[in-house]
């Protein structure tokens, strides 16, 4: 097996990093050079893909490393334009190597469709009437995806309950669906068109909206890890980290930005891979306040041993098939990358991602504090927005971080006394 742990891989080149990736995936020529080409979304590929297409618009993709999983190691492509989260990701796998890496577990490749029944004047009566027809109903669900159910998936139960609203009580209608490895919007919403007419047929009322849900909370995917607390500063750091998290446990201000730094890692790995990152951000923070309150989605403790034990759990609705996954060339190489078969792989990777993250911003934030790393990163762009180029850009931006003014008019004024000298 290869091993995903670099030490430096920063101070690459970009062309040997890409070398160490294309060594790493098996990457053929064609493929290394989608993967570099600093635009490799062409004209007629994106014209394909979205309405209205004038042009493309490229972020930065980096590739996250020392990523072991499952006893597995991973590079992990993001796509992100944010400073720090690429460097906060590597850093928080290497401490998990220590321990073996993270464990991750993706459940059940199981999506809800949903229909929304009206006009019912007896909304219980009618909930009951559907449960009986459910054979007629889920058989009615596979016809509609036969390459579906050849791979294994396909409609498996109908649920329903009544709900009491403004405009009277509504019947809801469930149709859970394995999708296996699509993400499952496509496959379960056209399911739930084909239902519309033999549930209104049922139960005698109108169907309205027939569409996914997002709250993808059949299909969870779990990640752990232990981080020991030698590399993180020793048992004081671990009690900080653990008093960090239990301020986004019990504090939604907290918890919003808790979980916007999961995301960050997420999301960047999602992007990359060609996946529907809105779909999983809405999923993650319906989740997140599932009990009614809003919350973190990790949680972390100290263990016996005296190191930090940190978990994640999500709703994790990706693909591999479908989508941008198959169309968008950077995001197949990607996927090569990743080196999953399944989108349960996947989703196993990104929850682990996701745990990286979160951990790295609360070590940050609970330790040194977050600005220090990002103002480094931050300094350098500001230094560029300035007018620097070549070697002055760092020494602009060490001089801005040392004197904690990162701003564009000082880094001009650095400027000037730079090229004056
Ligand atoms: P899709 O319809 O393009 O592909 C899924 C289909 O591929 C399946 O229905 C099946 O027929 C076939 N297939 C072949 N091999 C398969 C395998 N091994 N496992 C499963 N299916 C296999 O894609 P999709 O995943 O149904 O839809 C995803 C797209 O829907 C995303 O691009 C998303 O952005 C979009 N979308 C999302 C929402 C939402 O999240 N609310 C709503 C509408 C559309």
Request: hydrophobic share 50%; charged share 25%; with cysteine.
């Amino acid at each position: 097996m290869q091993s995903s742990e670099f030490s430096g891989f920063y101070k690459l080149p970009i062309g040997k990093r890409v070398a160490e990736v294309r060594e790493f995936a098996g990457l053929s020529d064609e493929e290394a050079k989608a993967l570099s080409a600093f635009s490799s979304l062409d004209q007629p590929t994106a014209d394909r893909m979205i309405e209205n297409v004038v042009g493309t618009m490229p972020l930065p993709l980096g590739i996250a490393v020392n990523f072991r999983i499952n006893g597995i190691d991973r590079l992990v492509p993001m796509a992100i334009e944010e400073p720090s989260v690429v460097a906060a990701a590597s850093n928080a796998a290497k401490v998990a190597r220590i321990k073996g890496g993270f464990t991750a577990k993706a459940g059940e490749p199981v999506m809800i469709g949903q229909m929304q029944v009206l006009g019912l004047a007896d909304a219980e009566g009618a909930a009951k009437k559907v449960l009986a027809a459910k054979a007629r109903l889920l058989e009615i669900a596979n016809a509609c995806d036969p390459v579906l159910v050849k791979f294994g998936g396909g409609a498996r139960d109908v649920e329903a309950r009544v709900i009491a609203t403004a405009k009277g009580k509504m019947l809801i209608i469930h149709l859970l669906v394995d999708v296996r490895d699509a993400m499952g919007a496509n496959a379960v919403n056209t399911m739930c068109e084909a239902l519309a007419r033999p549930v209104e047929e049922i139960s005698g009322g109108r169907v309205l909206l027939r569409i996914i849900s997002n709250l993808a909370d059949r299909r969870l995917a779990k990640a752990s890890a232990v981080f020991a607390k030698e590399a993180i500063g020793g048992e004081e750091a671990v009690d900080a980290i653990v008093a960090a998290y239990e301020f986004a446990a019990n504090d939604p201000y907290r918890a919003a930005t808790h979980n916007k730094g999961v995301m960050n890692g997420i999301d960047a790995a999602a992007i990359a891979a060609g996946n529907d990152w809105r779909a999983l951000e809405a999923g993650a923070h319906a989740y997140a306040a599932r009990s009614g309150r809003y919350t973190s989605l990790t949680t972390y403790r100290k263990n016996s041993d005296g190191d930090l034990e940190g978990e994640i759990e999500l709703p994790m609705a990706v693909g591999l098939v479908g989508g941008a996954t198959k169309t968008h060339p950077a995001a197949k190489v990607c996927v090569k990358i990743l080196g999953v078969k399944t989108a349960g792989e996947l989703g196993e990777i990104l929850a682990s991602v996701g745990l990286a993250q979160n951990f790295a911003a609360l070590r940050a934030l609970a330790t040194e504090g977050i600005q220090r790393g990002h103002m480094s990163l931050h300094a350098r762009n500001i230094a560029v927005m300035a007018g620097a180029s070549g070697e002055l850009i760092d020494r602009v931006a060490a001089r801005m971080v040392e004197e904690k003014k990162v701003r564009v008019d000082r880094a001009k004024e650095i400027l000037d006394e730079l090229r004056k000298k």
